[in-house]
């Protein structure tokens, strides 16, 4: 079941600079999609625009359309801009509140998405004083309490440190294993490749090439990302297609 | 002070206003003209440590030597943080300016270094992040320090950039002290590499040493290099340096 469908988007800006040129691609329910691409290839831009904020900005111009069946989420780029609350718990519950939804069963979503995601600890501290990826953590608990169908993260692993990484790599796990549909944009692929179904190669505001990891590994080299070593070596060895090892595992197998 | 020694910190000790310890005791040399990293958790003191080199603060105990007492040119992490100038050009020629150089000779060098001339007229908070990146390190270089500092300067470049970054550190022969979670960076580009854990050096030595050295990397929050968990995985004889050496060493079995 296709979540959203995203068909000849063009985004200009005043002076007519094309950042998106006739971009369509689609997400699906329960897949894990990598938007890549080298910094200002458009990245975020289609980020915000599969989930919708980009129509709210008058200094764009916007054609193509995006359809949305399921509701979409965002976690920013630089997360913290989105928790507006003293405690990871009310800030939880900002948006809940704001919908209308019965106290009880803010409580009931918190824990439940709290639970998921392995961030129970955090509920009670204050957002100032989060490391940068309980930072990612608490805004995706902040959108993930309005059951999202998808979420879209927008490079959750720049400037973040191993234990970070490995905190929001964790969570995109557990959402995958949900069968929550996610969408990350990202430049370095080490971790995530052997992550991702499908993976849009984005270059210059055009989708360059969509595919799965494999068959599309050596695009993603050309476009800069930052590939597992394994798939690396591989690629140096003229290895192609469905044989590119994803992970060090692989390349020895 | 050691003869070889571009700088020299010995038990520096420095609190934030509110008390919190940052830097606890951390020691260290860098060596005349090497590239050195410094890695660590985010909030291991990394950033304080540069900031003092630097002479932004001073420690509350210990010192802080730089050969020759030359001004160390420094770049934040974020580079906005760092702009004030209207053009880029004004931007860069505001160390040169400063240090009573050749400002235009500086200026030029600088800008075709990091390959900006073409951006000299825009404004530096116009840019794009990589340019942004570029234009920070080019006011830095432009006032021909011996000694420079730079936070993170790899955070947020894909693969052709960062690799074009660790060309040109590499080929400054200057002093450059510089912070990165970036294992794999490091290990390629660095001729030392310093660890810190809570605000402590406990380690500095050649990055293959350092960053073979699984235990001390898990305590550290750092990531292991990808050639070092390559090496492990498919039990080669020892950690290749390079990618290429890595494909020689895997036809070689």
Redesign the interface.
């Known amino acids: 079941m296709t979540l959203v469908d995203v068909e000849s988007l063009s985004v200009r800006t005043a002076d007519g600079s094309r950042l998106l040129d006739e971009v369509s691609l689609s997400v699906a329910a329960g897949e894990t999609l990598l938007l890549c691409g ?3 290839a458009g990245k975020t831009l289609l980020a915000k625009a599969i989930e919708g904020v980009l129509r709210r900005r008058d200094d764009l111009t916007v054609d193509g359309d995006v359809r949305r069946v399921g509701d979409v989420a965002l976690v920013f780029q630089h997360p913290e801009v989105q928790l507006v609350r003293q405690t990871v718990e009310h800030d939880a519950a900002f948006g809940l509140e704001n919908r209308g939804v019965p106290v009880a069963e803010i409580r009931t979503r918190i824990d439940r998405y709290a639970r998921l995601l392995g961030v129970e600890p955090l509920l009670d501290r204050d957002v100032h004083d989060l ?3 309980e930072t990612t953590l608490a805004a995706l608990l902040g959108v993930l309490v309005t059951e999202p169908d998808v979420v879209v993260l927008d ?1 959750p692993l ?8 490995e905190l929001v790599l964790d969570a995109i796990d557990r959402l995958r294993s949900h069968g929550t549909a996610v969408v990350v944009a990202e ?1 370095d692929l ?1 971790d995530l490749l052997s992550r991702a179904d499908r993976v849009v190669v984005l270059d210059d505001g055009r989708v360059r090439e969509t595919g799965d990891p494999r068959h599309l590994a050596a695009t993603l ?1 050309a ?8 798939t ?2 591989a690629l ?2 003229d290895v192609r297609g469905g044989d590119v090892p994803l992970t ?2 692989e ?2 197998e | 002070m050691n003869s070889e020694s571009s700088v020299e910190i010995r038990d520096v000790r420095y609190a934030y206003d509110d008390g919190t310890p940052v830097l606890r005791g951390a020691s260290m040399d860098v060596a005349d003209d090497a590239v050195h990293a410094l890695m660590g958790a985010n909030g291991a003191g990394k950033t304080t440590l540069l900031r003092l080199v630097a002479g932004l603060r001073e420690p509350d105990a210990g010192t802080v030597r730089i050969a020759g007492d030359d001004p160390v040119g420094f770049a934040p992490e974020n580079p906005r943080a760092g702009f004030f100038a209207e053009t880029v050009a004004a931007e860069v020629a505001f160390f040169p300016k400063n240090r009573g150089l050749d400002v235009d000779r500086h200026v030029e060098e600088a800008l075709a270094a990091m390959d900006v001339a073409d951006l000299r007229d825009r404004a530096p908070l116009s840019l794009s992040g990589g340019e942004q990146r570029a234009v920070s390190l080019a006011s830095v270089l432009a006032g021909d320090p011996a000694v420079v500092a730079l936070d993170e300067p790899s955070s947020g470049l894909h693969a052709p950039a960062q690799r074009r970054l660790g060309e040109l550190l590499c080929g400054l022969d200057r002093t450059v002290l510089c912070s990165t979670h970036d294992a794999d960076f490091a290990y390629e580009f660095a001729d030392a590499v310093s660890v810190l854990v809570d605000g402590e050096v406990v380690r500095t030595g050649d990055p293959a040493d350092v960053l073979s050295d699984r235990d001390l990397l898990a305590r550290a929050g750092i990531r292991t290099p990808g050639l070092v968990d390559l090496a492990a995985e498919l039990s080669l004889a020892r950690v290749p340096s390079s990618l290429d050496e890595a494909i020689e060493e895997v036809a070689e079995r």
Do not use: F, I, Q, Y
């Open positions: 080298a910094p200002g490391s940068r990826g490079e720049t400037a973040l440190d191993h234990r970070n990484a430049h080490r080299r476009v800069g990302a930052k590939l597992p070593v394994a690396e070596l140096e060895r060090t595992d390349l020895r």
